[in-house]
């Protein structure tokens, strides 16, 4: 189905607001059932009228399968969280949908999501602020970019003016996408949506032809190149795009000793980040064991620096927040403090 950017707006926004409002009312739905056992044990193991305290709750971390969250990996794997004394409890999920819910029904304390998510959490009534950059402190941390298959003709931005592209609405890599076009000069109303909302759909639909191009995160980039698929742009090099971050819901840090323990936890992320960017081979089998890396790409993915703990700046979510109003994904004006990390209306 292809749609031009302005007239799909008004219908992918709405339905993500729903989603995420459903989430708010409490429901944590598929979030509980496809979690891993962690956070599923540590709700048990405090009954409904015991006060969570740092004592008797570990902090739960929800997270997808992602590249992202590899310091916090690596900590588990180098035992720095007994030597911080801290207790956490890292959850995958399968979707962001299911660890927004894990966030709003209370299952999650701390996500790594982005800040697009963050936003749109925040505006449906979910009480979650910003802690730290987990990547894209500098635009090569990370990588977002755009590609096209190995027999394509296509070779620069311009030439998908009125083309095509796959890419899910509303998302990091829709707002990457839409930052090359318009620094490539191509004009608004010439971007093409092409809905593909799950990435191994999109990444075959381009690498097979169906669609002519597709934005894609680093990992399947890696795996297009792999695979003679051609990288028309990405976001490594000029403006900083794009950032993963870890948040937080608001209610934990008025927990007893929560946020003692989440101080904490920044500093195991920071020895934990400086581990791996002196030697990151040594945590290579880490990342494969946790970021659902392509057996194609996995001894050769370039392992990313990862910065220590930062708030995002402004000026890394004040053009996000921007864009998601005027593609009507926000339906009011949300404004940043950056030395909290909190967002209002």
């Not at 302005?6 to 992918?12: A, C, D, E, Q």
Request: proline share 5%; glycine share 8%.
């Amino acid at each position: 189905m292809n749609i031009t950017r302005r007239t799909f707006l008004g219908s992918t926004s709405l339905f993500g607001l729903a989603v995420l409002a459903g989430c708010a009312s409490g429901g944590s739905g598929s979030a509980s059932a496809s979690a891993s056992g962690s956070a599923s044990s540590a709700a048990a193991s405090a009954s409904a009228s015991t006060p969570r305290t740092a004592d008797n709750m570990p902090l739960v971390i929800g997270t997808l399968a992602t590249e992202d969250l590899l310091p916090l990996w690596a900590a588990e794997k180098d035992g720095l969280y007994d030597k911080h004394g801290v207790k956490a409890a890292i959850t995958p999920f399968q979707s962001a949908t299911e660890l927004i819910a894990g966030v709003a029904s209370g299952e999650v304390d701390l996500a790594m999501t982005d800040i697009m998510v963050t936003a749109s959490m925040f505006a449906s009534g979910i009480d979650v602020q910003m802690e730290w950059v987990t990547l894209g402190t500098t635009a090569d941390q990370g990588r977002f970019g755009i590609m096209v298959g190995p027999n394509s003709k296509i070779a620069t931005l311009n030439d998908l003016a009125g083309v095509p592209i796959g890419v899910g609405s509303n998302t990091i890599l829709e707002y990457v996408m839409d930052k090359l076009m318009e620094g490539a000069g191509v004009p608004d109303d010439q971007i093409i949506v092409e809905e593909l909302q799950k990435l191994p759909v999109r990444y075959q639909a381009m690498a097979s032809g169906e669609v002519a191009a597709a934005a894609l995160p680093g990992t399947l980039l890696a795996l297009g190149e792999a695979s003679g698929c051609k990288l028309i742009a990405d976001d490594t090099k000029g403006e900083n795009l794009s950032q993963s971050v870890m948040i937080v819901r608001s209610s934990v840090l008025s927990e007893s000793g929560r946020p003692e323990q989440i101080e904490t936890l920044k500093a195991v992320w920071d020895e934990a980040a400086a581990n791996v960017n002196k030697d990151p081979e040594s945590y290579r089998e880490t990342l494969i064991e946790h970021a659902n890396l392509p057996v194609e790409i996995a001894d050769t993915y370039p392992i990313s620096t990862y910065p220590t703990v930062q708030r995002p700046t402004s000026a890394m979510v004040d053009p996000v927040l921007a864009w998601m109003q005027q593609k009507s994904y926000l339906t009011q004006p949300l404004t940043y403090d950056e030395k909290t990390g909190t967002f209002a209306k």
